[in-house]
């Protein structure tokens, strides 16, 4: 169980501090079967995923102050998922995947307007939503020899909002909703891998189109969903094994993420820089026992946070 205190500006006339709890069970069983199948090499993972969240958060001017605003939500999640890897040749593995999971999510906002410093607020309604979902994953990899490989996948992925994400997507002077949507995506990659003697590298190519991408507003401290976005980039990464001790590892990265819909068509999505890099070294100092690891991280320019437009 997880809970904090604090003094964050929700709003510049009423709720400004929060005393929050959020407490997570889970239960996640899981089978790996490593063994041939027709003859083939075969790696089979699957398992279920469950989960079970309560959250709780009062709101008010002061800590000390009774709540304006009462939370109150629940999130359970049943899902199964199923990944396989199977090589087809001793050069060539198939991996194939999916997952679907069922999330039901309660959310109650209690409002107290005899509370001190009210200012006005409007209770949220209420949420109880049933909602299913699913990813599905293929990929494959081919060895040409024992230096050169490429490798290509494509992909549906979902990202449900969390808890605190649903309470803050009631904005300040108007009836609240803890309703936002889940964001989904539909992405592929390729790629090369080269191995030799200390030598790693990879390189890669990705798209990836994304509706409902979650999105926290810094400015009217609300979560809400963007118009469909568009990432594509280039993605390359090496490592160079100095000895036994030292490693000396980078990457770069080339990034485009704009609007592919709404009024800000066309425009970049705040804080992603076109270019990105890093370098370090990592040092065995003595057997493991101490381990030195250093890096350097470097962007190009990028839109202010929530500059849409």
Do not use: C
């Amino acid at each position: 169980q997880t809970s904090f205190l604090g003094n964050v500006p929700l709003s510049p006339f009423s709720a400004s501090s929060v005393d929050s709890s959020l407490q997570t069970w889970s239960i996640t069983p899981r089978l790996s079967i490593k063994n041939d199948l027709f003859g083939l090499k075969s790696n089979i993972l699957t398992g279920i995923d469950y989960y079970d969240v309560s959250y709780n958060s009062n709101r008010s001017r002061y800590l000390s102050d009774p709540a304006i605003h009462a939370y109150n939500a629940g999130q359970q999640s049943l899902a199964a998922y199923w990944q396989h890897t199977v090589g087809i040749l001793p050069t060539t593995d198939v991996s194939y995947g999916g997952r679907i999971e069922n999330t039901r999510t309660q959310a109650t906002d209690k409002l107290n307007p005899l509370a001190p410093n009210y200012f006005g607020d409007l209770q949220a309604n209420p949420l109880d939503q049933n909602q299913t979902n699913h990813a599905l994953h293929v990929g494959i990899e081919h060895r040409f020899n024992d230096t050169f490989a490429v490798f290509g996948r494509a992909a549906r992925a979902f990202r449900l909002p969390n808890v605190d994400e649903r309470i803050g997507a009631s904005p300040f002077g108007a009836v609240g909703t803890f309703d936002i949507k889940t964001q989904t995506s539909y992405d592929v990659e390729g790629g090369v891998r080269i191995h030799h003697g200390p030598l790693d590298i990879q390189a890669s190519y990705y798209d990836m189109h994304l509706k409902n991408e979650l999105h926290f507003d810094p400015v009217a401290f609300l979560d809400y969903n963007l118009d469909p976005t568009h990432r594509y980039g280039v993605e390359t990464s090496a490592s160079l094994r100095i000895n036994d001790s030292l490693r000396l590892k980078g990457g770069f990265a080339y990034t485009r993420a704009v609007f592919e819909e709404g009024p800000f068509r066309g425009n970049d999505v705040p804080l992603v820089s076109r270019l990105s890099g890093s370098a370090g070294v990592s040092w065995n100092v003595w057997q493991k026992y101490l381990v030195l690891d250093a890096t350097v991280r470097a962007w190009s320019a990028r839109r202010m946070d929530n500059d849409q437009a």
